[in-house]
Structures are given as structure tokens and as C-alpha cells.
């Protein structure tokens, strides 16, 4: 069974400051994807990463692909209150469907 | 292009009531999906089409039915809706031809008492 986890599921984190979100995967695939959400809203695509080693960038967010590692990571650069929201990875299992972790919330604070 | 419209946006239900949520796509795209999203959780599927006329059980079937009544309509039904099932649906499709990257609806908040 495929088991896909972030962390950390909470981050707070001043602006201006680096971190990085985690995104671990349980079984072998080479699609990944990055969604935002915010509150009471819809998901909104980031990032589609579809091979190892992959990097996508889009203004202060960075997403890159492992897929020998089973590793996604979300980097966040000088960090900006309007990057507040939930991110979460998905994987593919090859049929379609799209298995998605629990979350990681940001709060960015001034 | 509207994208993925679902409706109602919201819905309150007393146990046992029965209701069906509406989702439809204007993009051509043959997959389509029926998530749900609990507090503090990602999002789990319900069940999904691959194409008109198909439609399989995903990771929590139970207490639904859908129906894909034909290419961009994908239909979910609550047949006695249970407190259980309150939560955010959202539908979903994708295109291959897009990298099988998901366009999300604006989502149905349904609560049941």
C-alpha cells in the first residue's frame, strides 16, 4: 500500500526566512505533484515533477524530485506572508490516481 | 472555459436523507474523480472514471454511489447520509495530455446532522 508523508504537518516560520517542506513516498513512482490550498478553498496546482531529478521553480518556491530516494521536497526562499496556506504532495500510482499526503500548513509570520 | 464546477456549495443533511452532488467538466478530459477532505487530512478517493461508462471504487467507496451520465458529468450519491460523511467533496479531472496533472473543483461542503 502506498504511503505518502510530509512533514512537518505545521510549520511557522518568520518572513524572510529558508525552510524546506518533505515529501515521502512508500513505492516506486517518477510523478509527483505540488498543490496549495487555502482556506475554505480549492487545490491549486504548483508543480508537476515527472522524472528523477527533476527541479521546478515558480517565484519563491522550488520543487525538486528523487525518485531513487522517494523524495519530493518543497524549498521556500525569503518567505512572504502570501505563501500561508496548506501544501500537499501527491503520487501516481501509473493508473490515474493520484495518492495525497496529509498536509503541511504554513503559517508565515512578520 | 468554466474548468470543474460542482454544486451545490453547500449542503446540510439530517441523517438518513439521501442527495447527490453534481460535478462537470468542459475541458474534454476523460478521467474524472470524487475526493473527499476531512479536517487536518489530505484528500481521499472516493471513486473515479476513466471514461464515460466506467466508473471503479477508490480508497473510501462505502455509503456512496456515482454515476458518469456521460463525458463531463460525474455525479456522487449519498443514498442515507450518515454523520460520518460530512466533509468537503471535491471533483476532479485530468487530461494525459497534460502531464495527468488534476484540475480541482471549488468543492461541496456538506454537513450532516
Known amino acids: 500500500e502506498l504511503k505518502v508523508e510530509q512533514n512537518p504537518l505545521f510549520l511557522s516560520m518568520q518572513e524572510g526566512k529558508n525552510y524546506t517542506i518533505y515529501c515521502n513516498y512508500s513505492?516506486?513512482?517518477?510523478?509527483l505533484y505540488w498543490y496549495r490550498q487555502d482556506p475554505g478553498k480549492s487545490l491549486e496546482s504548483l508543480f508537476v515533477l515527472l522524472s528523477n531529478g527533476a527541479v521546478k521553480q515558480e517565484g519563491r518556491l522550488m520543487a525538486s524530485l528523487d525518485t531513487k530516494a522517494r523524495l519530493s521536497t518543497l524549498h521556500i526562499t525569503a518567505a512572504v506572508h502570501d505563501l500561508s496556506a496548506t501544501y500537499f504532495c501527491a503520487v501516481d500510482l501509473y493508473t490515474d490516481k493520484l495518492i495525497f499526503g496529509t498536509g503541511t500548513r504554513l503559517q508565515v509570520f512578520p | 472555459n468554466a474548468g470543474v464546477t460542482q454544486t451545490p456549495k453547500f449542503q446540510v443533511l439530517k441523517t438518513g436523507q439521501s442527495m447527490t452532488l453534481q460535478c462537470a467538466q468542459d475541458?474534454?478530459?476523460?478521467?474524472m474523480y470524487w475526493y473527499r477532505q476531512d479536517p487536518g487530512m489530505g484528500l481521499r478517493l472516493i471513486y473515479y472514471s476513466a471514461s464515460e461508462g466506467t466508473t471503479d471504487k477508490g480508497e473510501v467507496p462505502n455509503g456512496y454511489n456515482v454515476s458518469r451520465l456521460n463525458k463531463r458529468e460525474f455525479s456522487l450519491r449519498l443514498e442515507s447520509a450518515a454523520p460520518s460523511q460530512t466533509s468537503v467533496y471535491f471533483c476532479?479531472?485530468?487530461?494525459?495530455?497534460?502531464?495527468?496533472?488534476?484540475?480541482f473543483g471549488p468543492g461541496t461542503r456538506l454537513t450532516v446532522t
Open positions: 476532479a479531472s485530468v487530461s494525459p495530455r497534460d502531464s495527468y496533472e488534476q484540475y
Open positions: 513505492t516506486t513512482s517518477d510523478r
Open positions: 475541458m474534454n478530459h476523460n478521467s
